[in-house]
């Protein structure tokens, strides 16, 4: 199978996946989009921040999007199809072998949002990679800020 054929054969899965997956939200009750970043940081009232630097982050603790939460859902699998352009690039320089750049990401707690590469956090969660590398910066007081799991900020949202 050639490189473009793959990358339209993930595309098309990444999308089923989005769909099965908010079908069995809406079953059973549960959370089928990202978090919005707006949100969790207002609700958990942060606002002082200081860069990290770069880091490696486990992909899996991406839970969030700075402004395209509506665009991914939990699984940072895309929920429509004119993402597919962009998607495909990104999934196409991953299997080629093309490095890409550091994503950017705010962390609050011990969960972060993509501030920049929705895309690359996306294909990498499809294509099962568990870490990547990113430029972070916290949310929080630097002493104050403890763990936050999905769970706490589903709630809080």
């Known amino acids: 199978m050639m490189v473009e054929d793959k990358v339209d054969a993930d595309f098309d899965r990444s999308r089923r996946r989005a769909f099965f997956g908010g079908l069995r939200a809406r079953l059973l009750g549960g959370r089928d989009r990202l978090l919005s970043f707006d949100e969790v940081r207002k609700a958990r009232g942060v606002n002082n921040r200081y860069y990290l630097g770069r880091k490696v982050v486990e992909v899996s603790k991406i839970v969030g999007s700075v402004g395209r939460h509506g665009e991914f859902d939990r699984n940072f699998m895309p929920l429509k199809a004119n993402l597919g352009y962009r998607w495909r690039r990104v999934d196409r320089a991953l299997r080629t072998g093309v490095a890409l750049p550091a994503v950017s990401l705010y962390k609050i707690g011990d969960a972060y949002?993509?501030?920049?590469?929705?895309?690359?956090?996306?294909?990498?969660?499809y294509q099962g990679i568990e870490m990547i590398d990113a430029e972070v910066t916290q949310f929080g007081a630097r002493s104050s800020v403890g763990e936050v799991s999905d769970l706490e900020l589903a709630v809080a949202c």
């Open 113 to 125: 949002f993509v501030e920049d590469g929705n895309h690359r956090v996306s294909v990498a969660r």
